[in-house]
Nanobody
């Protein structure tokens, strides 16, 4: 069973940047499709970004498109989320998730389709 550990969260001013990391324990990491979700105060968990096993295809929520970039390093068993131009509404606990099933246009943003989850890392953006 894969273990995912997020890091890189913190407090940043609006307009700033953070890079989140998600380290996987499994050497089969290269077979996982990876994603980031977030859950703000009083809100449901929402999709942020996803990336295929090869890294060639990426999906983004409209709210982060153009500001966030998802990437992965299969040699390091790590996925990343580079977050630029942060806004107070980006404040949330950010979770990375992994699944074996291929990503599709219809279900890449469904948290129920992911097999493994990290514990989350807090991102707070001050205005």
């Amino acid at each position: 069973q894969a273990q995912l550990v997020e890091s890189g969260g913190g407090l940043v001013q609006a307009g700033g940047s953070l890079r989140l990391s998600c380290a996987a324990s499994e050497r089969t990491f290269r077979s996982y499709r990876m994603a980031w979700f977030r859950q703000g105060p009083g809100k449901e968990r929402e999709f942020v970004a996803a990336i295929t096993a090869t890294g060639l295809t990426k999906y983004y929520a409209d709210s982060v498109k153009g500001r966030f970039t998802i990437s992965r390093d299969n040699a390091e068993n790590t996925a990343y989320l580079q977050m630029n131009s942060l806004k107070p509404e980006d404040t949330a606990v950010y979770y990375c998730a992994a699944r074996f099933k291929s990503l599709t246009a219809s279900d890449h943003d469904d948290p129920d389709k992911y097999d493994y989850w990290g514990q989350g890392t807090q991102v707070t953006v001050s205005s």
